[in-house]
């Protein structure tokens, strides 16, 4: 992205952003103490003390499922034990510490690909300093271990680490399950091309991308249609079993431990789920007047048709650029999503960082504008929210017609970025690779 318009920058370092994040993370924890004791409105996420609560019943030997609520992974409650015996803050400490973890993990990206320092660390700083980013870990969120994971699955794939890329690919998609959608970009990704047995393969750099040629952006085509050959490579394979084989070995402990409760309330609820509370989804309208009767099956998961269609259509035209793929395919998910809050922007929020180098967005202008719209469109919503929930105003259908405009905001936003930035696959195909080391030699 375009940033500051030819105005000079000051220089940053990227340890005392880290530190001064990490200061502030923890005086908003301390902060978060004080009201939850002196203040009716409380600063800790409901969903944190849901969390604890598990905790503490896994403490004493209990199953966590015996808290009503708790649809996660046992080892999230596992992560907070010490919540019982050391203080009740240890989870939003550990997830504020996450949170800086991903910070350091996209500049750590954002480097590997050459990426100036200047603009590595305000890419950074869209991630530290974003409002919705800093509260999530401090109010007891679990996102950005998720986002920590993710992140960290990127780096050992650009560093040809498949086996290890593979073993947190699958313990991510059994803590969270949404990072399912990424299984085919990275499948795809790890292209003959690109994953030369036994080599490294090679990056393709920022400075690279400033200077691309028509005969770059050609390679980019021939690469694409060649993306689907030799399918069942030898990486390919690793990757698909051990990854598999990661997720089936937690899923199949816990179902020993916990039976059918936790393989409901963990995954198998996500996939039917029917919240009759307002959210940002144009479909808890649907939801809400349709509440307490049978529907089937087969009408809750049709809601999925659309995410499906629009996964598949983004992840084919975008694979090669792994990082700029994962992120229209978390925002295209959680728009179309049948159930939608505030934490899910966090998804895409850490992979947002990773464009910004490569966009041709205008801040000023055209980046400022579509920060204001999405900002807008949902405050308009809140506003209806606001209505409903603490007036009792009967506002659902106004509400509904707030999610339509939220949709459409997104969805402008999307092609927005989708338009003005610019392709680059995360790495150089062999014979473009060697095209380049034969023509520096000449």
Known sequence: MQIGDGIAMPSLDIHSLLLFSAIFRAILILYGEWQD?????????????????AASLMALGDSPYKRTTYRYSPLLALLLLPNSFIHSSWGKFLFSASDILVGYFIYYILKLRKVPENLCNYSVMTWLFNPFTFTIGTRGNCEPIVCAMILWIIICLMKGNVLQSAFWYGLVV???????????????????????????????????????????????????????????????????????????????????????????????????????????????????????????????????????????????????????????????FVAFNKVITAQYFVWFFCLLPLILPWSKMNLKWE?????????????????????????????????????LVFLAANIFILVMIIRHHRYASIFKGLEHAKSKNVAKLE
Request: charged letters at 15%; a negative charge.
């Open 174 to 332: 059994h803590f969270r399950i949404y990072p399912i959608i990424y299984s085919i970009p990275i499948i795809l990704v790890l292209d003959p091309n690109f994953f030369p047995s036994g080599q490294k393969p090679v990056l393709r750099n920022w400075s690279a991308i400033q200077g691309e040629t028509s005969k770059d952006g050609n390679d980019w085509y021939t690469l694409h249609s060649n993306l689907l050959k030799n399918i069942f490579t030898r990486d390919r394979l690793i990757f698909g079993l051990i990854s598999g084989l990661v997720f089936l070995f937690f899923t199949g402990l816990f179902f020993c431990l916990y039976g059918w409760e936790f393989l409901h309330e963990a995954l198998l609820y996500h996939l039917t789920r029917t919240d009759p509370r307002h959210n940002f989804s144009i479909y808890f309208y649907h939801i809400y007047l349709h509440y307490g009767n049978d529907i089937a099956v087969a009408e809750k998961l049709i809601s999925f048709l659309p995410q499906f269609s629009v996964q598949l259509a983004l992840i084919f035209c975008f694979a090669q650029d792994l990082p700029f793929c994962l992120f229209v395919q978390t925002v295209a």
């Open 367 to 403: 980046g400022l504008s579509c920060i204001l719209l999405w900002i807008v469109a949902q405050t308009h919503w809140l506003w209806w929210g606001y209505l409903l929930e603490f007036k009792g105003q009967n506002v659902f259908l106004q509400l509904w017609v707030a999610s």
């Open 37 to 53: 004791a002196h203040m009716e409105v409380r600063y800790t996420d409901v969903d944190y003390l849901v969390f604890s609560d």
